[in-house]
């Protein structure tokens, strides 16, 4: 049972455009969000993140924007630059049974960004 | 700084083998989380370690184990490969246990393929 959605797995769009990569969830017990982005051959790097008690953060280029009613979040990249170009992953941080956390992720959408 | 690090990068066994995977967190960090990224899927959690226990495991068999070192280092093993074994493992360090704020740092993981 996948509880975060990213249904779009790829995206094309033009240096200098607005990327716009979108992530559903399905628990509503969900408090923090986060966007990893990765290349090949290398680990996931973090980008930003998100509590649910706010709709919205920023942090340069990248905007992630949450919808708690709709439980789906969205990461806006602007301007989108060709070094953009990698899979993102959204990721919904989660308790385990021992209450520790664990991240349970999507599987991922990959940007490309044409020059 | 040194980030996570992990050996080996790749490695190919066959199945039914035995395999080991190592991981050093970053200086200061306590908690290893270790990851399988099936190719096509995201990240998924498969044990998290913290001060040297376990703090939460994923849904995973009892083939899969890991410990943490007093130097916070920590290793994944792996008994009796089957195919579907092949994937990245990824090893994420976090100065606690991954919550809020304090969020993972990938290494670039092992590659291991079993045929």
């Known amino acids: 049972d996948q509880q975060v959605k990213q249904n779009s797995p790829s995206l094309s769009v033009q240096e200098g455009r607005i990327s716009i990569l979108n992530c559903d969830y399905t628990?509503?017990?969900?408090?923090?969000f986060l966007w990893y982005k990765k290349y090949p051959a290398e680990g996931p790097t973090f980008l930003i993140s998100?509590?649910?008690?706010?709709d919205k953060n920023e942090d340069g280029r990248f905007t992630v924007f949450l919808n708690k009613s709709a439980k789906h979040l969205s990461l806006h990249i602007v301007p989108s630059q060709p070094g953009d170009s990698a899979v993102y992953f959204c990721?919904?941080?989660?308790?385990?049974?021992?209450?520790?956390?664990?991240?349970?992720f999507g599987t991922g959408t990959r940007l490309k960004v044409l020059a | 700084d040194a980030g996570v690090t992990q050996s080996p990068t790749h490695l190919i066994k066959t199945r039914g083998q035995h395999v080991t995977l190592r991981c050093s967190p970053i200086?200061?960090?306590?908690?290893v989380s270790w990851y399988q990224q099936v190719l096509g899927q995201g990240p998924q959690f498969i044990f998290q370690?913290?001060?040297?226990?376990?703090?939460g495991r994923g849904n995973f068999p009892d083939r899969f184990s890991a410990r943490q070192f007093p130097n916070y280092s920590s290793e994944l093993n792996v008994n009796a490969l089957l195919l579907g074994d092949s994937a990245l493992y990824l090893c994420?360090?976090?100065?606690?246990?991954?919550?809020?704020?304090?969020?993972?740092?990938f290494g670039a993981g092992s590659r291991l393929t079993v045929l």
């Open positions: 994420a360090s976090s100065r606690g246990q991954g919550s809020g704020a304090n969020v993972l740092t």
């Open positions: 628990n509503s017990m969900f408090d923090y």
């Open positions: 998100i509590s649910s008690i706010k």
């Open positions: 990721a919904a941080q989660a308790r385990t049974t021992s209450g520790t956390y664990k991240y349970i």
């Open positions: 200086s200061g960090h306590k908690s």
């Open positions: 370690y913290y001060e040297k226990e376990e703090r």
